[in-house]
Every structure is written in C-alpha cells, then in structure tokens.
C-alpha cells in the first residue's frame, strides 16, 4: 500500500494525452499528485509544452527510458490502440499502477497478454471508459446485479457523430484495420469513437462490479463511405452467454450529432438516456414510477476524471477499480468477432455521397443514413435484414464460442 501524494507518469501527450494533461495539471497545482515524467516520441502535439518545462517535468521518447531514470506509481497509457498492449505491459513490469485509455487493445490474444502481466506484477491496471467510473452507472449496475430491475430482455444504442475528412488523415492508423508488419489496429466507430457505448451494454449486464456479460455471437453490418480501409458505418447485434440481444448503431458520416441514445428493456423496467434531454439515465418502473439516476458528466467537467481519482485511490487500498481488463475483454471479442462476420466492407456509392462543410471541416455524408439507423434502431432490426434499403448488405452471425463453450478468438 502507498501513501501520500503519487508519482504519475503519462505516456502520450498529443491527441487525447491533451486532455488528461489538463487535469494531471490542475492536480498537480492542488497538491494532490506530482507528475513525474511524460512520455512521447514526437511531443509536438502536446499544448503544454511550455507548463510542462517551466515545472521541469522530464520527457522521454519512450517508456523504457523512464524507467532507466525515474518512478511512478501510476502510469496513464494514451498512445493508439495498437500500443496499449506493450506498454501496459511495461508498466506493470515495473511495479506500476496502469490507467489505460480505451479500448482495451484491438485483439483478444493482446488483452490476455496483459491480463497476464497483471497477474504477475504487484500493479492493476484500469480501463479508460469514464461511464464505468461514473456514479449514476455504477448505483445502475448495483440495482441490476441486485435483480431489482429483473431479466434483461433487450438492450440498443444509437450514435451518430460526424468526423471531417481531417478526422481520417490525422495519423498513420485513423481508420486502419492493420498496419505493416501485421500490426493489428481495428480502429473504427466501435472501437474507438463509440466505444463506450457498446462497452457498456456489456458492462451494466455483468454480475459483479468488475465484470461484464459474456457474448455467444455477434452478427454486424460494416459500411464506409470516407476513403478508408476499415468502416466508419456499423449496425450490429450481439448476443451475450443469457441469449439477450444487444444491438448497436454508429456512424460518422452524417451532417449532425445525435445521441448517445440508448434504452435498455428489464421485465420491470426500461433504462433511457438520450444526450439530447440532459445526458440523464433514468428508469421507468412498469408501475409508473421514474427514477433519474443523475447526469452522467462529461468533459470538460471534473466528473469524467473519475477513472483518474479513483484509481489513485486504488492505490491507497480504496475501493478497486470498476473497468477492469475482465470487464472489457467482451468488448474486444465483439469488435474482433463484428470484423469477421461480413465478408468485406460494403462502400456508399452513388448520388447518396455528399461533402458537407462544417465547423470543423469537410464530412462526407450519406443521404438519408441518419434516418434508416434511426428507423432501425426503433425497430430493433438491423438495416440488411428489414429489406428496406436498396444500400444494405446482410451478414452472417458469428459464434464467439466454439464446441465446448470456450471463448472463440475470432482473430
């Protein structure tokens, strides 16, 4: 156990590193950690460059490299996808705490690899999705696992955010399913942008704090319409160990945001949140009552570092970590299945493709997709099975388990 004011470290200071930065600033200000070193190859995108010298903070290009000179207690990986696994590994090799951002890693084989090394080293390692740390989530899944909302009968997710064209370009791996050399990356609406959506269907139906429901089979519709190798477009149903569907829709080729929506249907009850009315999640008993769990707080608020305090207080032996590796491995089994179950991605072709121009750059959209993922989600259908959409494709499902039961590794 340790005491006192912590030692951080975080590995990758651009892109998102930027917003953790923000708050591993504010804390240091307050007394509350020191941030012992950051870690990058090519620091240039980071906005704090100059704070981060006039404390004297040391940089390094590499994880080892910190290790050879300094300590931390905890350290944040924020680096793509495809490093999550390495250098969650060398930190916990080192005797350190992890927060690693989501997702957990783009294949099921690394996210046992580092399970792994967690059980061998004297660290934890928790994972970066912020709704599994925030209050109205977690007092949800207590009344779920307690069976007050009884037998969960279905469960769907709508999102549709646009990204530019810029979205696409801004590194070496945005949208890729693989670099050279075999380098798994996956990189997607569900496993990047959207993740926390789908990781939280799973989650909310797991039957301890830190575990999420297992998955049997996945079947998923992938489309692109951007000039990309892996989809921006996906429609999917999942079917956890119990039998219970959940489906999930996401896009970002759409000239306007909508969601976070969600429902999820009990025998007793219906959990909604729709980011449009409040981001609130709230439950509607059978017998008319209504029960509103609270906001669930995003960023810029305090309240979406809950995945950072807390598991600094982990550190102390406070209450362990929510989102565990356990409890996100189903959400790697279910991206790694969706990407198997289509022979090939479908592209949008035709008069339908549109650039429009926005706030923050050109989006390629598709006419009338927003509406059909809409439809469909209200349908509970996923587009290549209604048979209404001269554009849709269906797919086959995928079992995620074989002969005797076992997990399937579907890559």
Not at 144 to 167: A, D, F, Q
Request: with cysteine; proline share 5%; charged share 20%.
């Amino acid at each position: 156990m340790r005491t006192g004011k912590h030692k951080v470290v975080l590995v990758g200071i651009g892109g998102y590193g930027n917003i953790y930065l923000e708050e591993l600033l504010r804390g240091c200000a307050e007394g509350k950690i020191d941030l012992a070193g950051t870690v990058d190859p090519a620091p240039s995108a980071c906005r704090y460059l100059r704070e981060l010298s006039d404390m004297r903070v040391p940089h390094f290009s590499n994880i080892g490299k910190f290790i050879e000179c300094e300590r931390a207690d905890l350290a944040i990986i924020s680096t793509p996808i495809h490093f999550h696994d390495e250098h969650t590994c060398q930190a916990l090799a080192a005797g350190m705490g992890v927060v690693c951002e989501k997702p957990l890693a783009p294949t099921i084989q690394q996210a046992l690899r580092m399970k792994a090394a967690e059980e061998q080293s004297a660290g934890f390692v928790a994972i970066g999705y912020q709704w599994s740390f925030a209050e109205p989530i977690l007092a949800l899944k207590q009344v779920v696992m307690e069976g007050r909302l009884g037998r969960p009968l279905r469960l769907k997710t709508l999102i549709c955010w646009p990204r530019p064209e810029s979205y696409f370009s801004r590194n070496n791996w945005a949208g890729r399913i693989a670099l050279p050399g075999n380098v798994w990356v996956l990189d997607s609406p569900a496993n990047n942008a959207m993740a926390h959506y789908l990781h939280n269907m799973f989650y909310l139906l797991g039957n301890t704090l830190q575990n999420s429901t297992g998955l049997e089979e996945v079947c998923a519709e992938l489309y692109r319409a951007n000039d990309i190798e892996n989809y921006d477009t996906v429609a999917l149903r999942c079917r956890t160990d119990e039998g219970v569907p959940a489906f999930f829709y996401a896009t970002h080729t759409v000239p306007a945001n909508r969601g976070p929506i969600l429902e999820y249907e009990f025998e007793n009850a219906v959990v909604r949140l729709d980011a449009e009315q409040g981001n609130h999640l709230c439950v509607a008993w059978c017998d008319g009552r209504v029960h509103d769990y609270g906001e669930i707080l995003e960023y810029p608020h305090r309240g979406y570092f809950n995945k950072l305090w807390r598991s600094l207080a982990a550190l102390d032996g406070g209450l362990p970590v929510s989102c565990t590796i356990e409890s996100a491995m189903p959400h790697v089994v279910c991206v790694n299945g969706a990407q198997r179950t289509s022979e090939e991605i479908t592209t949008f072709t035709g008069d339908s493709l549109e650039w429009i121009e926005t706030a923050a750059g050109r989006v390629r959209t598709v006419s009338g997709l927003q509406q059909a993922l809409t439809d469909c989600y209200l349908n509970w259908e996923l587009p290549g099975e209604w048979g209404v959409y001269s554009w849709a494709k269906p797919a086959s499902p995928i079992s995620l388990r074989d002969n005797m039961g076992n997990q399937r590794f579907p890559l």
